[in-house]
């Protein structure tokens, strides 16, 4: 197992003197960055709690992890979720059910490399927020440099965007205490007791069927289509481009009947893609904070750009659309252009 340990030199002098802002945040992200690469396995004992209004909800559960993809979680309410990294289970013991996903691994080998995408996220997080270090505390056990973040901006985006509070562990850069409130909604993470870099039986990612619990099994990898046959898979007829950009071409379309969804890829010698998303399901304009609302044709939808991929959305009716591309050169108004003449 191989474990390094890490020196906290390098971290800015400001973050750990009290109620500080901390301005250079590329020491943060890197460090923590190199920390979590060192991170083989661990053991937690967690309490989560959130509160909107007057309801308040608490729930205790156990969480073991191996890098990088095998996880186990125990809730205290008899929810069980395994993965293996190939097949994972999850279980609800009230109902006495069982859902089986297969093919994990086809469905992640595309996904960003795990330290790229921590990188974008920190760098997303610190970019966005006014960050300041609070001080030095003890969580779990363990000593943490405790952060609130806001958001740039005045008191109206903060009132809007809410309020965040993060304890980092110093070694490991794990956040072991997370919390978010804004005026009516307040969530906090606790991990109570945690144990780093231990040896975890395999057995742990692994889930035995109790005897007469009912089974669903999900293969999320559904085989590969052309057009022509992807239209006779389904009951409605599917949008399509009718506006290539180019240098891309068709690559395959695929169509998850249990979630009434259809994909189609094109890609460019580059390797780069270009996905047009097409649910069944009407889902109205789903807006996040970093969402930006735009027209495409007669339609209103949402343009937003995370971990270099760019993503359009909106509803049309009768399907709910989505292009989804990994290109830098098509921009966001190449991708309205595309849109607008979906047919």
């Known amino acids: ?42 053991y937690a004992e967690v309490v989560s709690t959130y509160s909107f209004e007057q309801e308040e909800n608490t729930i205790n559960y156990q969480e073991w992890h191996v890098r990088p993809e095998k996880h186990r979680m125990e809730m205290d309410d ?15 013991e009230e109902e ?12 992640t ?40 973040l806001s958001p740039k901006g005045n008191e109206a985006a903060e009132k809007m965007n809410g309020h965040y509070e993060i304890w980092i562990d110093e070694e490991t850069y794990m956040p072991l205490k997370m919390v978010w409130e804004d005026e009516n909604f307040h969530s906090e993470t606790v991990y109570e007791h945690i ?24 293969d999320h990898t559904p085989e590969s289509l052309t057009l022509e046959e992807l239209q006779n898979e ?8 009718t506006e290539i950009p180019e240098g891309y071409e068709f690559q395959d379309a695929m169509h998850f009947k249990d979630f009434g969804e259809s994909m189609i890829e094109y890609m460019n010698d580059s390797g780069e893609y270009l996905i047009l998303s097409v649910s069944e399901e009407k889902r109205g304009i789903e807006e996040e904070k970093e969402d930006e609302l735009l027209e495409i044709g007669r339609y ?16 049309t009716g009768r399907f709910h659309l989505e292009l ?12 309205v252009g595309i849109a607008e003449k979906i047919e």
């Open 234 to 241: 389904t009951e409605a007829e599917i949008p399509e481009l």
């Open 1 to 42: 197992m191989r474990k390094r340990s890490l020196s906290l030199a390098g971290l800015p002098i400001v973050l750990l003197l009290p109620a500080c802002a901390v301005e250079d945040t590329d020491h943060i992200i890197e460090n923590a960055v190199a920390a979590q690469e060192n991170l083989e396995s661990y």
């Open 96 to 107: 006495n059910t069982v859902s089986v996903f297969e093919n994990l691994g086809e469905m």
């Open 195 to 218: 144990e780093f870099n231990i040896d975890l039986e395999e057995d742990l990612f692994t889930f035995e069927i109790p005897e007469g619990a009912e089974i669903e099994s999900v």
């Open 109 to 148: 080998e595309d996904l960003p490399d795990e330290s790229d995408m921590m990188r974008e996220m920190l760098t997303e997080m610190m970019n966005s927020n006014k960050v300041k270090a609070e001080g030095k505390e003890t969580v779990a056990n363990r000593p943490t440099i405790h952060l609130s």
């Open 78 to 92: 008899g929810y069980i979720y395994v993965s293996n990294g190939e097949q994972s289970w999850s279980y609800n």
């Open 324 to 335: 989804i591309t990994s290109s830098e050169e098509l921009s966001k108004e190449d991708l």
């Open 300 to 315: 209103v939808g949402t343009y937003s750009d995370v971990y270099d991929m760019q993503f359009l959305s909106w509803d």
